[in-house]
């Protein structure tokens, strides 16, 4: 069973606002004419209403407490505002500050690379009619028994002959009928069965 204390400390909390956004929070909000809820801005907005009617009522009491709940939920709007406000000019600030940061930091960095010495000794220029190098690596000239290391792809693979079409051997009906076949002919194929 919960302790009387620890009930008693939340429903002293929970008409407070806490830290989050005050703007966009529904509140409800209990008047003399009953209770209205939503955003504080909608709050105000409608206890501004209620005032006007109670103008043209020629209820001055009324008039002022509906303009009393409205001024409560203006303050309590405006106050919300300004520490929005403030808090985007503290990040503004140190957005500034860690961009300025950032740029000392490049300036500092080009300003090293600028002054770091060239390299001592320049590379040396080579002649190309000096240099000969193969366009083509030839590979028949080397012992083909040896490993040289080199993959073997489809391209470099010593081209089959094409192969014939064998011919069909006729079946055994058609065989009595036909004595030979075109690739009887050729000489390739054997002689079909008499």
């Given amino acids: 069973m919960r302790s009387s204390k620890s009930r008693s400390r939340s429903k002293n909390n929970r008409n407070r606002p806490s830290g989050g956004n005050v703007v966009n929070r529904v509140f409800d909000s209990s008047g003399p004419e009953g209770k209205v809820r939503g955003t504080p801005q909608q709050i105000i907005d409608k206890y501004n209403q209620l005032a006007r009617d109670a103008q043209l009522a020629n209820d001055r009491v009324a008039t002022e407490n509906f303009q009393q709940h409205a001024e409560h939920y203006l303050r309590l709007l405006s106050e919300a505002q300004r520490e929005m406000d403030a808090r985007r000019e503290e990040q503004e ?102």
């Fill in 93 to 194: 600030r140190q957005n500034r500050e860690r961009q300025a940061e950032r740029d000392r930091e490049r300036a500092e960095r080009q300003e090293r690379e600028a002054a770091a010495p060239a390299p001592a000794q320049p590379a040396p220029v080579v002649d190309p009619a000096e240099t000969t190098q193969p366009d083509v690596l030839d590979v028949a000239g080397e012992d083909q028994s040896g490993d040289s290391g080199l993959v073997e792809t489809p391209e470099s693979k010593p081209k089959k002959q094409a192969r014939r079409p064998r011919a069909r051997k006729p079946k055994a009906s058609d065989s009595a009928e036909a004595t030979t076949t075109p690739a009887a002919d050729s000489g390739d194929a054997p002689e079909a069965a008499e």
